[in-house]
């Protein structure tokens, strides 16, 4: 079993990607519950109304549950939503619910619209470490609009993670969300970066699989995990289950490679962007 080793703090993903169906969701749930068999301690925080990621960690979310939207429109603490998840003792999960489709406009009206989730994260991230249980890794799955529920997304975190799946040229895409990305450094949190990009879907078979690779691995060569997720049934089957890859298929090529792009991610320490613009 390999060795990762935990954060010096703890460091918060938000999954984003302008587009639907290019694997945010599951990279989000293979990702944490990978870490979650490191040992680490992890949360993930389901944004997305259709509520894929509660699915696929088998956390109840149905309309009566009490879930993110709670938190993002009532100002209910996230201690009273998370629920742990039946994958590990160590992974633990904030619902989406029905409810939270109407968020996206009742956000418009609301005070500090855009911080809500900060608020409410820094809160939560400060009483675990005081009481001596920090959480290591957090991770937000985003619908693939760019509206207030990704933006809360965004300025909740200190980290981007961009998951590209390797079916279709997918540079041409990019430079949107890299732009905002950097309109929401610039006007709403300074503190974020893109660190990781993680190849996903990925065919080795094909000319295009391996043609995506080589240029996205081009233009962002610190990014880019070594790992690459390859297309695989099992993958997409584990949600119908209610399971991740990695307690379903725990020894398949799916949890194998999630498995090591997350001890990759552990590997790299994370760098703030201010040091960054000094170098
Ligand atoms: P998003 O959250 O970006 O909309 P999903 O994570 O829901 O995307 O993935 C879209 C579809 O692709 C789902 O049906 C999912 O099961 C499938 N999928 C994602 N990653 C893989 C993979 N590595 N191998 C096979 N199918 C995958
Ligand atoms: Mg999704």
């Known amino acids: 079993k390999v060795k990762v080793p935990k954060p ?4 918060i993903f938000t999954i984003s990607n302008q587009k639907g169906g290019v694997g945010k969701t599951t990279t989000t749930v293979n990702i944490a519950a990978a870490f979650a068999k490191h040992g680490n301690k992890v949360l993930v925080i389901d944004l997305d109304p259709q509520g ?8 109840d979310h149905t309309s009566e549950v009490p ?34 489709a109407g968020a996206e406009i009742e ?9 809500r989730l900060r608020t409410a994260l820094d809160e939560f991230v400060t009483a675990a470490r005081e009481a001596g249980e920090p959480w290591d890794y957090i991770f937000i799955d985003c619908p693939p609009s760019l509206g207030l529920l990704t933006i809360n997304g965004f300025v909740a975190a200190n980290e981007v993670l961009i998951p590209i799946q390797c079916e279709y040229y997918a540079l041409e895409g990019l430079s949107q969300l890299l732009n905002s990305i950097h309109l929401i450094q610039k006007h709403l949190n300074p503190g974020l970066h893109l660190s990781t990009i993680l190849l996903t879907m990925f065919d ?17 060569p ?8 390859p297309r695989a049934v099992r993958i997409s089957e584990a949600p119908s289950f209610r399971q991740t890859v990695i307690t379903y298929d725990p020894s398949g ?4 490679s999630y498995l090591e792009a997350a001890a990759e991610i552990a590997r790299r320490a994370p760098k703030s962007p201010q040091k960054k613009e000094q170098q």
């Open 8 to 11: 010096a703090s703890t460091r």
């Open 52 to 59: 894929n990621a509660s699915t696929a960690l088998g956390v």
């Open 67 to 100: 879930s993110v939207y709670d938190v993002l429109i009532d100002d209910f603490p996230l201690q009273e939503v998370v629920q742990v998840s039946p994958e590990s003792d160590n992974l633990f999960c904030v619902p989406s619910t029905i409810h939270l």
């Open 107 to 115: 956000l418009v009206s609301q005070v500090a619209r855009e911080h």
């Open 204 to 220: 080795s078979r094909t000319n295009l699989a391996n043609q995506v690779a080589d240029d996205v691995r081009a233009h962002f």
């Open 222 to 229: 610190d990014e880019v995990l070594k790992a690459v997720i």
């Open 253 to 256: 090529i799916g949890a194998v």
